[in-house]
Antibody
Framework: QVQLQESGPGLVKPSGTLSLTCVVS?????????WTWVRQPPGKGLEWVGE???????NYNPSLKNRLTISMDKSKNQFSLKLTSVAAADTAVYYC??????????WGQGTTVTVS | DIQMTQSPSSLSASVGDRVTITCRAS??????LNWFQQKPGKAPKSLIY???ILQSGVPPRFSGGGSGADFTLTISSLHPEDFATYYC?????????FGQGTKLEIK
């Protein structure tokens, strides 16, 4: 079965760049799925960040304006998130998920990123 | 953006109770509505997609309904493991917004 694992620095300085990777195991990132990032600030609700399709097409949350890039590396079976000019408001647990016809059916365990 | 509003924001109930959580979209989203359960320190878990279809392995005491802009999640008889926070999410148009969550607590 497909499993997702996020990784990346837990601490990022203000105005710096947040970079996270999600490794896909048990399945191919080239399958007909959207691969998505969702984040959750401490004590708050879930926020959809953006997604990438196996073709490379992307959709982003407009609230993140021009700071966000989501990409995939098929050779490594992983996809990535890059968020520039980070501030304290970007502090959150970041989850990667797979979107099937049945919705976001597989989630990573989440990785905590603190901007400070 | 489509706004998703859940009610109530919190709910106290007892084991065995029947509970219903509602989710309202700011405009029609057909049946592009998903429900998730989240326990403290854990990733969300998909319960229901397309408004009423249970994910594989989800107990049948969970059910979803509605279409257009108004939706419900019902738990027919609460089990101890059901006490958690529940989120609705629309997958009709990007950005795919979530409701603010409903925290279900033990009375």
């Amino acid at each position: 079965q497909v499993q997702l694992q996020e990784s990346g620095p837990g601490l990022v300085k203000p105005s710096g760049t947040l970079s996270l990777t999600c490794v896909v195991s048990g399945g191919s990132i080239s399958s007909n799925n959207w691969w998505t990032w969702v984040r959750q600030p401490p004590g708050k609700g879930l926020e959809w960040v953006g997604e990438v399709f196996q073709s490379g097409s992307t959709n982003y949350n407009p609230s993140l304006k021009n700071r966000l890039t989501i990409s995939m590396d098929k050779s490594k079976n992983q996809f990535s998130l890059k968020l520039t000019s980070v501030a304290a408001a970007d502090t959150a647990v970041y989850y990667c998920t797979r979107v099937e016809q049945s919705g976001m059916d597989v989630w990573g365990q989440g990785t905590t990123v603190t901007v400070s | 953006d489509i706004q998703m509003t859940q009610s109530p924001s919190s709910l106290s109930a007892s084991v065995g109770d029947r509970v219903t959580i509602t989710c309202r979209a700011s405009r029609s989203i057909s049946n592009y509505l998903n429900w998730f359960q989240q326990k403290p320190g854990k990733a969300p878990k998909s319960l229901i997609y397309a408004a009423s279809i249970l994910q594989s392995g989800v107990p049948p005491r969970f059910s979803g309904g509605g279409s257009g802009a108004d939706f419900t999640l019902t738990i027919s008889s609460l089990h101890p493991e059901d006490f958690a926070t529940y989120y609705c999410q629309q997958s009709y148009s990007t950005p795919y917004t979530f409701g603010q969550g409903t925290k279900l607590e033990i009375k």
